[in-house]
């Protein structure tokens, strides 16, 4: 077994976090092409006026991507492409008006989007399988301990004796008032 296997999962394990890491080069690439280009993004989607909204977009993209590949568990930063998705599907959802010459490259920008979300998601929720998983095995199993130094059968019995100190004791004035007096 290769040492960055988990011992449940094994080439799931792999494949997710080989998929994760492809979608953090992914959002670092595309983060680069939204920084760098965004008045011809705008231009080929019909959402002139949107560019620095697009660049900021695409710093995001690349924050991730960096958060991605540099962390010891992506999870988090897989889940913050997919709020970044929803952004990015509302931001293209409004070049679909009737006015917009280039809705078609929109529609296009929109499926392309929908699928990276899916992938985004399923890598997200198995990510954060594998992750509950890892927990689960961290824990410690007490069920055999009982806190007490003897076995119950020979503690039974032992506190017989055992009288109350007076400063533990309620007060008399304070106890209950019994009518067998």
Same mark, same amino acid.
């Given at each position: 077994? /290769?040492?960055?296997?988990?011992?449940?999962? $094994?080439?799931? +394990?792999?494949?997710?976090?080989?998929?994760?890491?492809?979608?953090?080069?992914? /959002?670092?690439?595309?983060?680069?092409?939204?920084?760098?280009?965004?008045?011809?993004?705008?231009? $080929?989607? $019909?959402?002139?006026?949107? !560019?620095?909204?697009?660049?900021?977009?695409?710093?995001?993209?690349?924050?991730?991507?960096?958060?991605?590949? +540099? /962390?010891?568990?992506?999870?988090?930063?897989?889940?913050?492409?997919?709020?970044?998705?929803?952004?990015?599907?509302?931001?293209?959802?409004? $070049?679909?008006?009737?006015?917009?010459?280039?809705?078609?490259?929109?529609?296009?920008?929109?499926?392309?989007?929908?699928?990276?979300?899916?992938?985004?998601?399923?890598?997200?929720?198995?990510?954060?399988?594998?992750?509950?998983?890892?927990?689960?095995?961290?824990?410690?199993?007490? /069920?055999?301990?009982?806190?007490?130094?003897?076995?119950? !059968?020979?503690?039974?019995?032992?506190?017989?004796?055992?009288?109350?100190?007076?400063?533990?004791?309620?007060? !008399?004035?304070?106890?209950?008032?019994?009518?067998?007096?």
């Amino acid at each position: 077994m /290769s040492a960055n296997r988990t011992r449940r999962g $094994g080439r799931r +394990s792999d494949t997710t976090l080989a998929t994760a890491k492809g979608l953090g080069w992914f /959002s670092i690439g595309l983060g680069l092409v939204e920084v760098l280009a965004p008045h011809a993004l705008a231009r $080929g989607l $019909g959402l002139r006026g949107k !560019e620095q909204l697009i660049a900021s977009y695409g710093a995001r993209e690349i924050a991730t991507g960096i958060g991605i590949l +540099s /962390s010891r568990d992506p999870t988090p930063w897989i889940w913050g492409r997919v709020a970044g998705d929803a952004l990015d599907l509302g931001t293209l959802a409004t $070049g679909l008006d009737g006015h917009n010459r280039e809705r078609g490259n929109v529609g296009i920008a929109l499926a392309a989007v929908a699928g990276v979300t899916l992938l985004d998601v399923l890598c997200g929720r198995a990510l954060s399988a594998r992750r509950r998983g890892q927990r689960r095995l961290a824990r410690r199993d007490y /069920s055999d301990r009982r806190g007490m130094p003897k076995p119950p !059968e020979q503690m039974r019995g032992a506190a017989r004796d055992f009288e109350v100190p007076r400063d533990f004791r309620i007060p !008399e004035p304070l106890r209950p008032w019994t009518s067998a007096a």
